[in-house]
């Protein structure tokens, strides 16, 4: 495939870019909007160039494993990381529940603060894709909005709670 698909969801939110940074790498306040409507774990949060981050999201007797390292971290401008799937020893693998789903993603989201709103991008790509992976992750893309919108509902939630000094 000569274009590798890039996934991107722009979003404004209202409240400060500090507030906002702080809903992204606070893992307290990670947990409670990554993964939204399940129980999300966060076993490691290094927030450093080279840092993990160990997630686990759980709904009933199942859960998904992913690790992402931090490759870039700029505070409240930007956060880039390798995100993957990964087995119970945190070791990289295939995602065991989408065949074909790349198995590593280049994550990018950057801040940019407008007065008492934020504006924040994030973007995602296959790294190193196979064409099967590139050609699923093109097909699925369209459906990503979903998790991504309702975990930022529940950011907006975050904020008017930090913003009413209830969080």
Request: hydrophobic share 40%; glycine share 8%; charged share 25%.
């Amino acid at each position: 495939m000569s274009e590798m698909p890039e996934y991107l969801l722009d979003r404004v939110f209202d409240a400060p870019l500090e507030m906002v940074w702080q809903a992204w790498t606070d893992p307290e306040l990670l947990a409670r909007w990554y993964g939204p409507g399940i129980e999300t774990i966060i076993h490691k949060f290094d927030l450093k160039p080279g840092g993990s981050w160990l997630n686990e999201m759980k709904w009933g007797d199942k859960s998904d494993l992913s690790k992402m390292v931090f490759q870039e971290v700029e505070p409240q401008q930007k956060l880039v990381w390798h995100h993957s799937s990964t087995d119970a020893e945190w070791n990289v693998v295939s995602n065991p529940m989408m065949e074909n789903w790349p198995r590593v993603f280049l994550t990018t989201v950057t801040f940019e603060g407008a007065g008492s709103k934020t504006n924040v991008r994030l973007t995602m790509m296959p790294v190193d894709a196979t064409d099967a992976e590139v050609a699923c992750f093109a097909e699925k893309m369209a459906g990503m909005g979903n998790g991504w919108g309702g975990g930022y509902k529940v950011i907006d939630e975050i904020l008017a709670e930090l913003q009413a000094g209830t969080a």
